[in-house]
């Protein structure tokens, strides 16, 4: 006996339902659930030189060359994205024929159709054609939509919009990831820190400081008046609050109090109170050991200053009260051909630094302490869009989960004691309540021993 060879399927069609297949969307979810879950393991879009600090140098590099330090705006994220999307068109495409098939219903099915369906049920009346159509038509009227039928078959339907729950839920999630995909494209995320009383026009960018893209330009200023802080008993901040004022042109246009929870939002650019610490501006006096030459240096907090003909000072750090010392400044100073050296100054010890016998000498002239709000700096151009998706999807549901479509045929035939009638059913799902539902038709109808139903489970 010889086996029949299959004949190979066109490549097209290969790759269309590969394409189709509901393994391929399994395996995409798995990859990108696995590649969120890194992002949330591995900390997403610090500074390039935090990730060799905390790991070593070769993993560093491997994390930050595969985009794992900032997963949600990698290429291959988005690819992913791109590839299911084009997954749920195909398969929704290949849905849509039976989909249409079944909302438009069948309204004149044969005899051995109507015996085939879930729920059937025949019976005799003692009554004319006219008499047992019009008593069918008051039974399902208010219940089913009647949709018509042929001469013999009088049909009616209700809830046939379920039908596109699927098509809807798969639509929703192709919103949500273009709402992601633009995101990532023309959303960031940054940080910017100000003094009180002074204003910002550029943020820096989160994981950008070493990509050639460390700051981004604000389209309008951001002024902070005032910050406030208050406290528990135990000295634990309570509260913290910033007075921020936009100004375009110099005008004030928008003004609001920035609490945790509480952002600005204005123009897209919302503004999230995230921290806050001390900004102290201070005058250091450099002396020259060889000509006895003094130098007021002015610095705030985080500068770096490099001198003509003399060291170059960075203001690293400040504590109001060191050790219960008094206030001390961390700076470090860069002699021309030599090392950084980190150096400590007391502003109450003016000759503290002497001890380090460098020619360059630094004292604490005046300085005062101000504070600085952190603000946290997002934009996203994508959230309408996941809403919408999300909103799409909760419809979708509720129709696929929550509603059936359900049919129902009537066929009458003449016969000697009267008129035959076949009463056949279907539905999507629930077939309990729907059981309840035919009996109850089957008793309007007048049937008799309307609760007797035979179902025929396929």
């Not at 849905?95 to 069948?106: D, H, K, V």
């Not at 003509?308 to 060191?322: H, I």
């Amino acid at each position: 006996m010889s086996r029949r060879k299959t004949r190979p399927q066109p490549v097209p069609f290969s790759f269309w339902r590969a394409l189709c297949s509901v393994r391929l969307t399994l395996g995409l979810l798995l990859v990108i659930a696995a590649a969120s879950v890194s992002g949330t393991l591995i900390q997403q879009n610090l500074p390039r030189e935090d990730y060799f600090r905390a790991w070593q140098d070769g993993t560093a590099r491997f994390l930050l060359g595969s985009g794992l330090t900032d997963v949600y705006h990698s290429w291959w994220f988005m690819g992913l994205l791109l590839l299911l999307a084009i997954n749920l068109i195909a398969c929704s495409i290949n849905r849509l024929p039976g989909i249409l098939a079944a909302y438009r219903g069948q309204p004149d099915l044969s005899q051995e159709q109507m015996k085939a369906q879930p729920f059937h049920r025949s019976y005799v009346m003692g009554s004319s054609l006219e008499e047992a159509r019009a008593g069918a038509r008051q039974a399902l009227l208010g219940t089913f939509r009647q949709d018509g039928g042929g001469q013999s078959v009088l049909y009616a339907s209700r809830g046939a919009y379920a039908r596109w729950g699927v098509m809807v839920v798969h639509a929703s999630l192709l919103v949500i990831f273009l709402g992601a995909i633009i995101g990532a494209l023309w959303g960031f995320k940054g940080y910017v820190n100000i003094v009180e009383g002074s204003s910002a026009r550029a943020i820096q960018l989160r994981g950008g400081g070493d990509e050639g893209e460390g700051s981004r330009a604000l389209p309008f200023e951001l002024h902070v008046d005032s910050f406030k802080v208050s406290h528990y008993d135990t000295g634990q901040p309570s509260d913290f609050v910033s007075h921020v004022r936009v100004l375009e042109g110099g005008r004030t246009v928008r003004e609001k109090d920035l609490r945790v929870n509480d952002p600005l939002n204005y123009r897209g650019i919302t503004f999230y109170q995230a921290s806050y610490g001390p900004a102290p501006q201070a005058t250091f006096l450099l002396q020259d050991g060889k000509g006895g030459r003094v130098t007021p240096v002015s610095m705030g907090l985080g500068e770096v200053r490099e001198l003509e003909g003399g060291p170059a000072l960075a203001f690293d750090g400040f504590d109001e009260d060191f050790r219960g010392m008094g206030p001390a400044f961390q700076l470090r100073i860069q002699s021309p051909g030599q090392e950084a050296r980190q150096l400590l100054l007391f502003q109450r010890m003016p000759d503290y630094d002497r001890q380090r016998g460098d020619r360059w000498l630094l004292q604490v002239g005046d300085f005062q302490v101000r504070q600085y709000t952190g603000l946290q700096v997002a934009r996203d151009p994508g959230v309408p869009w996941v809403w919408t998706g999300c909103a799409l999807m909760i419809l979708g549901m509720m129709g696929a989960f929550f509603s059936a479509h359900r049919q129902v045929w009537v066929r009458f035939e003449a016969c000697p004691e009267g008129v035959r009638c076949t009463l056949a059913g279907s539905t999507s799902r629930n077939r309990l309540a729907f059981e309840r539902e035919f009996r109850t038709l089957l008793e309007r109808m007048g049937a008799p021993e309307a609760s007797k139903i035979r179902e025929d489970r396929a």
